[in-house]
């Protein structure tokens, strides 16, 4: 059975991974660190080649304000890391 992946070239399966960068609310705190590059490369490779695009496609409709991306997604762990980088460097910062 064919996916919606084998119609599209790597590059554009990979753009969920911006969507759920987006959806999560984590643009700026990913675009701010080191060797951002080469991080959304492996990310955007990961999500291409994770064949649930559809259930992805579903997920990011259904849910405006996640606090968390899905349990099938392939970058759920390094958005967690980042999540929670975030969230120390909020406390740290002074008032």
């Known amino acids: 059975m064919l996916s919606i992946r084998h119609f599209f070239a ?5 753009m969920l991974f911006h969507v759920m960068v987006e959806k999560l609310g984590l643009r ?3 675009d701010a660190r080191p060797q951002v590059e080469a991080v959304v490369k492996r990310a955007q490779s990961r999500c291409a080649g994770c ?3 559809d259930s992805c496609q ?3 409709s ?9 349990y ?13 980088e975030v969230e120390a460097e909020a406390v740290l910062q002074p008032a």
């Open 72 to 84: 099938f997604c392939k970058n759920h762990d390094m958005l967690e890391r980042l999540k929670h």
């Open 58 to 60: 579903v997920w990011l």
């Open 62 to 70: 259904d849910n405006d304000s996640p606090a968390e991306a899905p």
């Open 10 to 14: 790597t590059p554009r399966r990979g």
């Open 51 to 53: 064949g649930r695009e």
């Open 28 to 30: 700026q705190a990913l």
